[in-house]
Each structure stands twice: as structure tokens, then as C-alpha cells.
């Protein structure tokens, strides 16, 4: 699935009339860690960081290296505070809320009203404002509070430094597409519906690999509502509604099962 529950939402209300319940709460976007596919970065946290939630990121020789959207939106600040604070700074506004800040970057590749997705290159890391060394300094907000990071909803180290290795912007081959429950595990089922046995779970922001997919049991999920299920397995089928596969319906090219 591609739509999230809120656009699914609007054009519901829009084209049938047939009320869906409003959503209790809006679903934090699937941020990834804001570097190119498969690079592994130190992200640090301390208490003592202003705000206290951000991460700063490393590697070495990390000056002049791109620093990418973590999660689709629309580029709404592209400053320069000179030799103060974030220096050169981007944020990306997700919708719902939710901000992202890319600071003390050495340059800028997009401009304010942009639209960017996963993997777009905002600018490149540097040293800039108040920065003794060049580094990415990366924040998650809600509704202008700085909150603690995650990445495919995997929160990240308080505190302290670790590895993260990113997915952001990987190419999909046919049938390649991640679990994204927003936290919580997913069921594994025996066939393709709530009515078959559960057969273990998969985590969120799991890589799945889908050899076919066939219609089962309606559920409601992160990208709405559907009726299709995935086979990622021999006798291992989940709901397409927690799947991000890229595609609203079945994957083109992907085989019914
Ligand atoms: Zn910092």
C-alpha cells in the first residue's frame, strides 16, 4: 500500500459519502535515518544537547556527504543563521505535525516550497553556526516539541551513540516492501485473513520480500484500508493494509498467489 490512513480518509469523505471514523490520532510519518541507502552512521544523543532529543551524526570523513529527506514533505525553511546556532539549516514540514531539522550543513540542494521524498539530498554535511566539527545535527518535532527520534518507528538510543543503518530511498525491486505498523508487531497468518492461525509476527520497519498476493479478510491499517494480502512465505501471508509496497492495490508485475 502507498496512501496513508488520512489521504485514504479525505478522499473517502470526498467521492462516496460512506463515512469512515475519524482517526483518533494522526499516524507519525515512517521517518528514515537521513543519509543515502545502506550507509551506516553513528547517531549520538545526550542529555545535555540542545534540544535534548536531537541526534548528532557521524562517519568519518563525513564533511561534503549528503544529508537526505527522512520522510516524504515539503522543504518549508532553508536558512543561513551565519556563525550562530544551526548555521545552515533545513526543515522539512510531514504534515500532521510533524518537522524535521538537517543542521549545520556546509550547503543546500533545495529550496523553501519544495516537494522532496525519501532520499532526496537536502545538502551536505558540514560545520557550520555553532558547530566545533562538522557533523549532522538531526531533529524530530511535533508540533514544534522536539521528540525522540524513530526511524521505521524504532526509537532511537537514550542515550547514548549507535549505529544506524540506513534504508532511505532503496529501490524497490518488484515485491520488495516493509512492515510499517507504527510500533507494535505484526501477525503472521497461516492464509490470507484474520481467520487463519497465527503462525508468529513481524516486526515493524521489517524488509519483507512478497512472492504473490490474493485477496482475503478487510483490514483496517497504516495505509487504510484493504482487502489484500501479502505472502512473504511458505504458509506466511500479512495484511497489505500494513505494508509499505509503494503501490496503492497489487504491485504491478507481482503474481496473484
Ligand atoms: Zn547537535
Not at 514533505?73 to 539549516?89: A, E, F, I, P
Not at 543542521?103 to 522532496?116: E, I, P
Not at 494480502?229 to 511458505?234: V, Y
Request: with cysteine; charged share 15%; glycine share 16%.
Amino acid at each position: 500500500m502507498r496512501k496513508r490512513w488520512m489521504s485514504l480518509l479525505v478522499t473517502g469523505l470526498l467521492v462516496g459519502g460512506a463515512l469512515v471514523p475519524a482517526s483518533p490520532a494522526l499516524a507519525a510519518p515512517t521517518f528514515k535515518v537521513p543519509f543515502p541507502c545502506g550507509q551506516s552512521w553513528s547517531g549520538q544523543t545526550r542529555s545535555d544537547h540542545s534540544p535534548a532529543n536531537a541526534v548528532d551524526f557521524n562517519r568519518t570523513d563525513d564533511l561534503g556527504d549528503p544529508v537526505v529527506a527522512s520522510a516524504p514533505g515539503t522543504v518549508d525553511r532553508v536558512t543561513d543563521l551565519g556563525g550562530t546556532s544551526y548555521g545552515k539549516y533545513v526543515r522539512i514540514n510531514h504534515g500532521g505535525g510533524y518537522s524535521t531539522y538537517y543542521a549545520h550543513l556546509n550547503g543546500f540542494n533545495v529550496s523553501v516550497g519544495q516537494t522532496v521524498g525519501y532520499g532526496k539530498v537536502l545538502g551536505w554535511v558540514g560545520s557550520t553556526g555553532g558547530s566545533t566539527g562538522p557533523h549532522l545535527h538531526y531533529e524530530q518535532r511535533l508540533n514544534g516539541n522536539d521528540i525522540q527520534v524513530r526511524f521505521n518507528g524504532t526509537l532511537g538510543l537514550y542515550w547514548g551513540t549507535k549505529s544506524y543503518t540506513s534504508d532511505n530511498g532503496c529501490s524497490s525491486g518488484a515485491g520488495n516492501a516493509t512492515v510499517d505498523t507504527s510500533g507494535t508487531p505484526l501477525t503472521v497468518r497461516s492464509g490470507p485473513g484474520t481467520g487463519y492461525a497465527s503462525v508468529g509476527t513481524v516486526a515493524d520497519g521489517t524488509r519483507v520480500t512478497i512472492a504473490c498476493q490474493t485477496s482475503g479478510t478487510t483490514v483496517t491499517g497504516t495505509y487504510g484500508t484493504s482487502s489484500i494480502w501479502d505472502r512473504i512465505g511458505s504458509g506466511r501471508f500479512i495484511s497489505d493494509a500494513y505494508v509499505y509496497t509503494g503501490y496503492d492495490g497489487y504491485i504491478p508485475g507481482i503474481p496473484r498467489c
